[in-house]
Structure formats: structure tokens, C-alpha cells
């Protein structure tokens, strides 16, 4: 016989039960930090640097350069020998945040109009920061031009380079002070770094921080715990202390139990400067100083449509996703991170304007060899498809990136076997030429008379 009771408390128990399950369901289904799958998305820090030869670090071959943190970071994911930044500074800036070559994301003229990755990361629920160097904004303040109008939740940093030996911040949209000491930028913007980690950031979200260092642009310095201790005079010295802050920051992102499931990515922006051009001529630098980094084997540096203009060293880790100890010698640019953390953090990349980045997740994950990428394109003056680099007989570069040796040929070399671009094999392979430049044109947008420039 039935119980009306009874059945009453079970009724209840059921819907009870069903309420908490429904309730479980609704947040694993909207959580932010959620994909489909149950699989978690990424957290994503990237730190970049700023004039930073490829060479610069222990484990890219520097003899005298101290770097265990680093060289750590490649021995837990995989670093990668022909990643491709542009070949200066705020071009270079606007591409990463873009996904989309200097020609169309207009560099340090960046318009409002852009969409940068932080903006989408933002919309599908990351908390979005930003320390350090912008410069996408001619360096000014431009408010719907700086970070807080272009996806980031937070910004602290400056706006512009430290050319004239002065750095002014900004926090969020406010004036934050100003500073002549170089040499503490680095420590300070590794403290702005993880007090966002440590204090600012949203448990429940997942976070894009993007950490853009000011050195080791031209006007370098380093702490005095750390000048004069390295084998690689001033320039050492400022290397050595960025291994360390970065260091640091990776701790703090294990101590917070963050680094799981955080993909590092760390780079740098060009080349060095590293061209008599410009050291020839060389003002306002610390007394005998060397602020130049090392490009070895690769062919100039800052500004120059050669190798060591945009070829930038490149460590990416997300442990157990990402393979460790592992190099790659793959092709991958800045543009490609855009569409990749598309993939990886499931929002949709824009289909209103051309994006030239690739989606790279099977590179980094180690399931596809080659990658998704097998051009790049010199701002302007040459094409590369697989091994064959093709350059245009007069360079639209910095006059102080100009090779004053080099004679107003057209050149083809075979990055494979001459990646110091040594061998012109032009005149040997007339059809590689024809089809590099058919390609080029395909790619260079029309004349429009505006060149790129900080100050526009």
C-alpha cells in the first residue's frame, strides 16, 4: 500500500538530486575555463623581448651568456629555430597582437579598428593583462588605442621605447610616473607580472598575461646586483638579469599552482641591433657599452630584410601537451598565434579581414612535423617558400639596417644549406625566382605612399 509520506520525501529526495545535478551540469557547461571535452582551457603568458638576438641565450649556443632559467624552459618544451617575428619594433607588436602582417595592422599606427587576440580572449571569458611596452598607439595616448580599448582588462607599462633614456607609464588608461633607471625595469615589470597572478587575477577565469619587456632596446642597463657580473659585458649582464626575473615568474606561476596548464610563450620582437650602420654612430648608450645581441651564423640584424632582421629565438612550453626537450625546425611566426590560441581556446577567429597567421596546434602539440606554415613574407622586399628566400634588387629598410656592402641585385638563397645567406643563387634558378616573386606580388598590398613610422 502506498505511502503518501513516504512517497512525498522521495518525490523530494528526486528533485532535490536532480536540482544539484542540473545546477553541477549548468557550470561545467558555462564555466570559462571549460572546452568541449571537459578539457581545460589554457592559460596563456607570453613574455617578450625586445631587440634580442637569437643567439643570445645558452641553449641558442651563447658562449658567454648565463641563462639556466631559460635553458630550462627549452628542456621542459620545444624550441624552435626558424620562428619568425618582423624585422622591427612596433610592425612587429601590432603582427603578434593581430595575426596580421605590419602592412595591414599598421604597426605603431595601429587603429582602433584592429581586433587584437586579447579582444577575443577576452569575449569567450579570459581576464586579460598587459605590462610593459605597447607602442602601437605612435607611442602616445591614444585612448581607444591602448591596451584597456584593445582587449586587456589591465595594463601597466609604457607606451613607447626607451630611446632618449626616459621611460613614462601608464596605468590602465592613467599616467603611473616615469623613470630614468633602465636598469630596474626588468625587476619591476616581473613584480607588475606576478602581482597580477598573485592578487589581481580571477581564480574562476582562465588569463591571457602578456609581459612585453623593454630590454634590450638600445638604451640598456642593468641592476647593480647584477652589472658587471657577466662574461658578456653590459649586454650579458642585462640578459642575465632577465633569465632571472624570468625565473621568478615561472616560479610563481608553480607556486600558485598555474603552471599545469599555462602555456609560455617566450620571444622577442627583431632581430639585434647589430649593424655598423647604426654602432658606428651609436648615442646616448652606458660608456662602453656592447647593447648589441648575437645572431650567429644568421646575416645582420634589426630592420633588415635578412635573417637576422626578424628571426627571433622562440621557447614554447605547456607541460604534457606540449612535447619537452624537443627542437623544432619548423617554420612558425608571431601572426600564427592568434589563430592557434583560436583553436585552443575555442573562439572564432574574424572573417571580415584577411588574417596571415595559421593555425599551428598540431606543431605544437607535436602531432604534425612540418607545421602549417611554409612562406614568410619580408615587409615589402622578398618571399620565402620552403627553403628559397628571394629578395628584390633594392631593400625598403631603416638606414641604420642598410647593407652597406651589399650590391642592388635580385638574390635567392637555400635557407637549407646557406642560412647566412651567403651564396646568391639567382642566376641559377631563374624559375625559383619568377615563382618567389609572383608570389611576393600576390602578397605586398598596392603603393600607397605611407610608410610605417613611430611617430605618425
Not at 15 to 24: K, S, V
Not at 92 to 105: H, K, M, Q, W
Not at 161 to 190: C, I, K, W
Request: aromatic share 10%; hydrophobic share 30%.
Amino acid at each position: 500500500m502506498n505511502n503518501p509520506r513516504t512517497n512525498t520525501m522521495y518525490g523530494s529526495r528526486i528533485m532535490r538530486t536532480f536540482c544539484q545535478l542540473t545546477a553541477i551540469g549548468l557550470i561545467i557547461l558555462f564555466a570559462p575555463d571549460r572546452i568541449q571535452g571537459n578539457e581545460t582551457r589554457p592559460n596563456i603568458l607570453i613574455i617578450f623581448t625586445d631587440d634580442q638576438g637569437v643567439s643570445d641565450l645558452g641553449c641558442y649556443g651563447s658562449p658567454t651568456n648565463l641563462t639556466p632559467r631559460l635553458d630550462q624552459l627549452a628542456k621542459e618544451g620545444t624550441r624552435f629555430t626558424q620562428f619568425y617575428a618582423q624585422h622591427v619594433c612596433g610592425p612587429s607588436r601590432s603582427a603578434l597582437l593581430t595575426g596580421r602582417y605590419p602592412f595591414r595592422s599598421k604597426g605603431w599606427g595601429m587603429p582602433a579598428s584592429e581586433i587584437t587576440f586579447a579582444e577575443l580572449l577576452n569575449q569567450a571569458g579570459y581576464q586579460t593583462a598587459c605590462v610593459g611596452k605597447w607602442d602601437v598607439s605612435n607611442r602616445k595616448p591614444v585612448i581607444d588605442r591602448m591596451p584597456n580599448a584593445q582587449g586587456f582588462d589591465y595594463f601597466f607599462g609604457t607606451l613607447g621605447a626607451n630611446d632618449s633614456g626616459l621611460v613614462r607609464f601608464h596605468e590602465n588608461n592613467e599616467p603611473a610616473g616615469q623613470t630614468r633607471d633602465m636598469g630596474n625595469l626588468t625587476e619591476q615589470y616581473t613584480d607588475k607580472a606576478i602581482d597580477f597572478l598573485s592578487k589581481r587575477r580571477d581564480p574562476q577565469k582562465p588569463f591571457l598575461l602578456y609581459l612585453a619587456h623593454t630590454m634590450m632596446h638600445t638604451i640598456i642597463d642593468a641592476s647593480p646586483k647584477f652589472k658587471n657580473q657577466s662574461a658578456g659585458g653590459l649586454y650579458g649582464d642585462v640578459v642575465e638579469e632577465f633569465d632571472f626575473h624570468t625565473g621568478r615568474l615561472l616560479d610563481a606561476l608553480k607556486e600558485l599552482g598555474l603552471d599545469e596548464n599555462t602555456i609560455v610563450i617566450y620571444t622577442s620582437d627583431n632581430g639585434p641591433w647589430n649593424q655598423p650602420a647604426y654602432t658606428n654612430n651609436k648615442k646616448g648608450h652606458p660608456e662602453d657599452s656592447i647593447f648589441w645581441g648575437e645572431s650567429k651564423g644568421l646575416r645582420d640584424g634589426k630592420g633588415s630584410c635578412y635573417e637576422a632582421g626578424s628571426r627571433a629565438p622562440c621557447i614554447i612550453r605547456w607541460p604534457g601537451k606540449i612535447p619537452a626537450n624537443q627542437i623544432s625546425n619548423s617554420i612558425l611566426a608571431t601572426i600564427d598565434f592568434l589563430p592557434t590560441f583560436a583553436n585552443l581556446s575555442k573562439f572564432s577567429i574574424p572573417t571580415d579581414r584577411i588574417i596571415d597567421g595559421v593555425d599551428q596546434t598540431q606543431l605544437l602539440l607535436g602531432k604534425n612535423k612540418t607545421g602549417a606554415r611554409d612562406t614568410f613574407y619580408y615587409q615589402g622586399n622578398g618571399f620565402r617558400k620552403g627553403k628559397w628566400k628571394y629578395l628584390k634588387a633594392k631593400h625598403d629598410v631603416p638606414g641604420y639596417a642598410k647593407d652597406r656592402n651589399r650590391e642592388p641585385v635580385e638574390e635567392l638563397y637555400d635557407l637549407e644549406n646557406d642560412p647566412s645567406e651567403s651564396n646568391n643563387l639567382a642566376a641559377q634558378h631563374p624559375e625559383i625566382v619568377l615563382q618567389l616573386k609572383s608570389l611576393l606580388t600576390k602578397t605586398e598590398p598596392k603603393k600607397t605612399g605611407t610608410k610605417l613610422s613611430p611617430k605618425q
